[in-house]
């Protein structure tokens, strides 16, 4: 309503000697920079009364500490019947920004595989859609989390169609697609007609690698070193080897053996080699499910397989195995 | 024979059957009658009594409307037709007699059989001598028996049947000095290839001919329905324009009534035209016109220019997918369809199938540099891409992804037309690209400027007279949208595809700075 207006009395452009002697506090008044915040704080266009924009933000930061709460105890729950898991991979990336380590620089891949000369560093793998190699996608996932990876998919002309899952099986376009050189590696899956899988790196300093054997553990260790033991290590390879040679290849009696082993060994250990999950589980859990489904397998290797999925590394692999 | 007693031959009349009258004396009787084409025997006691007579006809038989007789195609001859009477209208290719036989290979277009004139039953020594004697190319009608073979006949391409000739009528003849053996067509070696673009209605028919424009048509048409089916619209462009467009150096002049002309080097302006126009894809096939003194494997004067221009929504990208998805239709198409083709060429001029991935494999200019430095060449970040150095790629390229066909994107801009749009992150490079076929480059194409006033600033870098292209530049200061396109000359893709070396053999009636007829 139109009131009288009252020139003002008091200017307000005097300064004011604060003194010395006193701490400061931080302005509770002023605008946090939360999102959240400013959008509550203007309802209605208007200025809110300040307590008020304080009570909202201490009601979002106990809200987000309620859901981390609650993330943890998930994750808790499942590490009881996960083995040596420390945090539940599948919850992590869900509350918190990734840690410090799970992002490795340029110069890790500097080491292991040469200097780069300014071409992306693509790792061709030619494969038969016949036999897609699960180990491999699995992988790639791992390093999708390490490092950031171009993946691209084609479909070689010696192979006249391929169904849509195996061409979507190394995940969505990544956004930044169009630039190759933004990323530190290139994951190129070529779906041909080959006897053998393949997989070509450098042309020339390599030979082409053939199986899938001796590609997991190419790209093994790029996303984590081969343990430093050398009885684990061969432990690891000897696992490999078995599981792709009689297992995935094997006959009916060669694999019953194979599960029969596996049974007795996670008896004894909650893993194949070691205290952590290994090449040797990865490669063993894709060929095991790859021959049957998981009911058929014996009582440890059916906890130890429940395991490995809790560890969320094997989405990838699990449309494929339908 | 008599001449009295030849019979003849005419319709009856409100009959649409032959029927054979003997013309002797007084015997008017029918003798015989023609049905379903074959004509039976004519009859005819003599007067001391004998049977039957057989009788050739010479020159061309006339049918009443519909022909009673059907023609076989040569490569319909399989041993499934074993045992029938069939007719068959071919070439000959070769004839050789031998005593009591005359062995002939009929051939058209693609295709071949052999064929035997025996003396025996059907056939008299006359006959075999007549069937020896016909010119080679003569176009000849064969009445003839189905036979299966035991043995492969290496040297056609029906291996397994050959015909036993009952009847030969010749309906063309061909002169008996030829300017060239067609058999010397088909050697691999290349001493054939001057003396077979002299005479360019024979050098066609060989088989291998017929085969490469054969797959050419199929290239041509597969292109068109490709696009037509991603919503393109097909435009025409004048090729008598009045300024040169890529720049003066290269461009025939005509003489246009007071003034001169000049035969288009590329549809380029009038695509971008057609898109400012709001047409928002189009192609064209049509005659390109290049004068450069260049006389090497794979120029042309003139050559066909299948060019592809289109509006783009977010980044020039989608300008490459489409492009490659039209070439990979075409491949598969190619490799589907046209199998018979690419083995015949095959037999003459021998090449590694081509291979292609999907989608196909884009690699970025920084990239093929590295790798060329890795394999050893030395060169600059914006230096161009020698042929040479492109051809060394190429087998980089194809020995770790086993592909023949790929892209290379961002050229640095220096080596680019003045209307190529520069990338705009790095104002090193430009957003153009290169497609090339078993290391060789068929396709140039970039995103275009399509902002008058930068395109203003990119001309007078490149020291290009503004006047000359008004015209051009005004066409962009009415709103238009941000488009990219390429083009591919026909002769060179097939030459590519099919793994040939001189692309004169894709082109029927080739244009170099040496060569201006046939």
């Known amino acids: 309503m139109p009131m009288y207006q009252v020139k003002p009395v008091f200017g307000d452009d005097i300064k004011t000697d604060l003194p010395t002697c006193m701490y400061k506090l931080p302005n509770i008044h002023a605008q946090r920079s939360a999102s959240g915040c400013s959008e509550h704080a203007l309802q209605n266009g208007t200025e809110v009364d300040p307590a008020f924009r304080d009570l909202e933000v201490r009601q979002d930061k106990i809200m987000r500490r309620l859901y981390e709460l609650k993330a943890a105890v998930d994750g808790l729950a499942k590490t009881v019947t996960t083995p040596d898991a420390d945090l539940d991979q599948t919850v992590t990336s869900l509350s918190q920004s990734p840690t410090a380590t799970s992002f490795r620089g340029t110069a890790d891949l500097d080491s292991l595989l040469g200097k780069d000369l300014g071409a992306l560093r693509d790792i061709v793998i030619n494969a038969n859609p016949a036999r897609p190699p699960l180990t491999l996608l699995v992988l790639h996932a791992m390093l999708c989390q390490r490092y950031r990876v171009l993946s691209s998919v084609h479909v070689h002309s010696s192979v006249s169609g391929v169904p849509a899952q195996l061409l979507a099986c190394l995940g969505p376009r990544h956004a930044d697609s169009y630039v190759r050189q933004r990323f530190q590696l290139g994951f190129t899956l070529i779906w041909k007609d080959v006897s053998k899988l393949q997989m070509k790196f450098s042309i020339q300093n390599m030979c082409p690698i053939e199986g899938e054997a001796n590609v997991a553990r190419f790209l093994f260790r790029l996303v984590a070193p081969y343990p430093s033991d050398p009885a684990l290590a061969t432990l690891v390879d000897s696992w490999v080897d078995t599981a792709f040679f009689q297992l995935a290849e094997g006959s009916a009696k060669e694999r019953s053996a194979v599960l029969r082993a596996l049974n007795g060994a996670l008896g004894r250990d909650p893993w194949l080699a070691g205290p952590e999950l290994s090449l040797a589980d990865i490669a063993c859990y894709c060929c095991v499910l790859q021959t049957g489904p998981a009911a058929s397998c014996p009582a440890n290797v059916q906890r130890w397989l429940k395991a490995c999925e809790n560890l969320g590394h094997f989405g990838p692999a699990n449309p494929l195995l339908q | ?518």
């Open chain 2, 1 to 518: 024979m008599a001449r009295d007693s030849l019979p003849y031959v005419w319709v009856e009349s409100d009959s649409a059957k032959w029927v054979a009258h003997c013309h002797r004396g007084a015997c008017n009787v029918k003798h015989a009658s023609v049905t379903q084409g074959k004509v039976e025997f004519i009859c005819h006691k003599t007067e001391n009594g004998a049977t039957s007579t057989q009788v050739f006809l010479k020159g061309t038989l006339f049918f009443p409307c519909e022909p009673d007789r059907g023609l076989v195609r040569v490569h319909e001859l399989t041993p499934e037709k074993a045992g029938q009477l069939i007719w068959v209208r071919a070439r000959i290719h070769t004839s050789r007699a031998k005593g009591k036989q005359c062995f002939l290979v009929l051939r058209q277009q693609q295709f071949n059989v052999q064929a035997l004139v025996a003396v025996g039953e059907r056939a008299s020594k006359q006959m075999v001598k007549f069937a020896a004697n016909i010119n080679k190319e003569s176009i000849v009608d064969v009445e003839a028996v189905v036979k299966k073979v035991e043995q492969t006949i290496e040297s056609c391409s029906q291996q397994d049947v050959e015909l036993h000739i009952e009847r030969i009528f010749v309906v063309s003849q061909a002169e008996p000095r030829l300017p060239l053996q067609l058999e010397d067509c088909v050697r691999p070696e290349g001493e054939g290839d001057e003396v077979r673009m002299r005479a360019r209605a024979l050098g066609p028919r060989t088989t291998t001919s017929q085969a490469i424009f054969r797959l050419q048509s199929g290239v041509c048409q597969l292109f068109r329905d490709t696009l037509t089916n991603k919503g393109f619209v097909e435009i025409q462009t004048p090729k008598i324009i009045s300024a040169a467009s890529e720049g003066g150096a290269n461009v025939f002049t005509v003489s246009y009534f007071k003034t001169s002309a000049y035969l288009a080097q590329s549809p380029q302006l009038y695509k971008q035209m057609c898109i400012c126009a709001d047409f928002d894809k189009v192609f064209c096939v049509g005659p390109v016109f290049r004068a450069e003194d260049s006389n090497t494997h794979r120029h042309l004067t003139e050559f066909v220019g299948l060019d592809i221009e289109l509006a783009f929504n977010y980044h020039y990208h989608e300008v490459i997918e489409s492009i490659t998805d039209t070439m990979v239709q075409i491949f598969k198409g190619l490799r589907d369809k046209f199998q018979t083709e690419i083995q015949t060429v095959g037999k003459q001029y021998p090449s590694e199938p081509f291979k292609f991935l999907e989608p196909t494999l884009r690699l970025e200019y920084s990239e093929g540099v590295a790798m060329l430095r890795e394999a050893g060449v030395e060169m600059g970040d914006e230096e161009d891409l020698s042929t040479p150095n492109e051809k060394l790629l190429g087998r980089l390229v194809k020995e770790k992804y086993d592909t023949d066909f790929y892209v290379l994107d961002k050229y640095p801009l220096a080596v680019r037309p003045f209307y190529t749009m520069p990338d705009p992150n790095d104002k090193k490079y430009s957003n153009s690209y290169d497609m090339f076929m078993r290391g060789e480059e068929i396709l140039s194409g970039a995103q275009r400027i399509h902002d008058a006033q930068l395109l203003t600033e990119r001309a007078m870098h490149h020291n290009i007279d503004l006047e000359k292209i008004k015209s051009y530049i005004d066409s962009f200061r009415y709103g238009a949208p941000p488009h990219g396109g390429g083009g591919i000359g026909l002769e060179r893709v097939c030459m590519l595809y099919l793994g040939l070396h001189n692309v004169r053999q894709t082109s029927m009636f080739p244009r170099d700075p040496k060569r201006l007829t046939p």
